[in-house]
Antibody, heavy 118, light 106 residues
């Protein structure tokens, strides 16, 4: 069974940093690109970024570029999202998702909630 | 690329036909996915490549379109279909932009 479990979401002050993790199981992690997608409370989906299967290629959405960093450890079946310079509008539920051929987000975790507030 | 999805919400009854549209700001060929999200749950991929039904997804769901105009249809709405639906383009990335979502309510 494919499983993705996000963790690390907490309340953090504006300007702070946070690292989210996504632990995966049930598939060969090193064969798949992975995405982060976020959803602000009561809002739609916003694509955060993508990392290729080997970690050599990373893309970011405009609103997080230069503040967020996606990385992965294929030995540990783990995906990370390092978030710096957090702002109140980064408050959201953050999902990790497995991608087929980069394009189809076929499997998702349940999300971890990040709240940025003073 | 901006994905304009409409309507933002709709009310329908069990058995109704439901149609949701997504318009891309430029030609994206057939590179559109459709997702379903129920409250408190993660999104679920229903359709890829504009019209390709994912394994296990009921055949009452369908997608069509190419270029800039795309349609998602539920042929006969079932109680478990009340949810929010999103389109997403992947022709020109980054970003993999989503539509604003359509909430299907009773």
């Amino acid at each position: 069974e494919v499983k993705l479990v996000e963790s690390g979401g907490v309340v953090v002050k504006p300007g702070g940093s946070l690292r989210l993790s996504c632990a995966v199981s049930g598939f060969s992690f090193e064969d798949y690109a992975m995405h982060w997608v976020r959803q602000r409370p009561g809002q739609g989906l916003e694509w955060v970024g993508l990392i290729s299967s080997d970690g050599s290629t990373v893309y970011y959405g405009d609103s997080v570029k230069d503040r967020f960093t996606i990385s992965r450890d294929n030995r540990k079946n783990s995906l990370s999202l390092q978030m710096n310079g957090l702002r109140p509008d980064d408050t959201a539920l953050y999902f990790c998702a497995r991608a087929l051929l980069w394009q189809q987000l076929t499997d998702w975790g349940q999300g971890t909630l990040v709240t940025v507030s003073s | 690329i901006k994905m304009t999805q409409s309507p933002s919400s709709l009310s329908a009854s069990v058995g109704d036909k439901v149609t949701i549209t997504c318009q891309a700001s430029q030609d994206i060929k057939y590179y559109v996915n459709w997702y379903q999200q129920k409250p408190g749950k993660a999104p679920k991929l229903l359709i890829s490549d504009a019209s390709n039904l994912e394994t296990g997804v009921p055949s009452r769901f369908s997608g069509s379109g190419s270029g800039t105009d795309f349609t998602f249809t539920i042929r006969s709405l079932q109680p478990e279909d009340f949810a929010t639906y999103f389109c997403q383009q992947y022709d020109n990335f980054p970003p993999y932009s989503f539509g604003q979502g359509t909430k299907v309510e009773i």
